[in-house]
């Protein structure tokens, strides 16, 4: 039994390791992304400096210790209030890459980034989006190297679900029109997932009766 006024710890499953705190600044209310690779997770998600800027950082689990938090780019984004548009991260073995949004200087925009080296490093950041995005972001590599994007922009009035190729060398195919879907936060988050020769694109089609739906994309 803990002495009185002690704070008992919380019990720990088999196989768990015990709660670390990993940043006592993070953005409140934006996603939280975790990616496994090669060399162990990698978590990304928006940091928050005395200063309101909120960039988005990485800490990653070496030696069985976590690393210093470190910003992934410095967009510079000084925002007063949570944005809740948090990034997104995934790995296949050694190669990682992250997406999110930012809106720095009143400019918003998707921005992925990877690395070779299970996230010690990353190459400077591409831009994806088609020129006015909301973000909403989601992103998985596939086998080819390449990433897919997906994140939600304003067209005509409203908004749409939006998927984008991308290479690690910058290259990217033409932006695609999954869905419509509304640009306010009713839209939710596009969600993806492996499949068989392909991805499963998951979205939020709102309405006095929201829906979800669902595609299937070929990525050959």
Not at 32 to 37: D, G, Q
Not at 189 to 195: C, K, L, S, V
Request: aromatic share 4%; proline share 7%.
């Amino acid at each position: 039994m803990p002495a009185t006024g002690a704070t008992a710890s919380p019990a720990v499953a088999p196989g768990q390791s015990s709660e670390m705190v990993l940043d006592t600044r993070a953005c409140d209310c934006c996603q939280t992304a975790v990616a496994l690779t090669a060399r162990g997770p990698l978590v990304a998600y928006r940091d928050r400096s005395p200063a309101e800027i909120r960039d988005i950082a990485i800490t990653r689990r070496v030696d069985g210790s976590w690393t210093k938090p470190a910003t992934l780019h410095a967009d510079g984004w000084q925002i007063d209030a949570c944005p809740v548009n948090g990034p997104q991260a995934d790995a296949l073995g050694s190669d990682v890459v992250i997406a999110w949004f930012t809106a720095a200087n009143d400019q918003p925009l998707v921005r992925i980034a990877f690395s070779g080296d299970a996230g010690e490093t990353f190459g400077e950041p591409v831009r994806v989006d088609a020129g006015s995005p909301v973000g909403r972001v989601d992103v998985l590599l596939l086998d080819s190297g390449r990433a897919l994007a997906v994140w939600i922009e304003r067209a005509a009035g409203e908004g749409a679900v939006l998927a984008r190729l991308v290479s690690p060398d910058g290259a990217m195919g033409e932006p695609v029109t999954l869905a419509a879907t509304a640009a306010q936060r009713t839209s939710g988050f596009p969600r993806m997932a492996r499949q068989d020769g392909g991805v499963l694109v998951a979205w939020t089609e709102p309405g006095d009766t929201s829906h979800v739906r669902a595609a299937f994309l070929r990525t050959d």
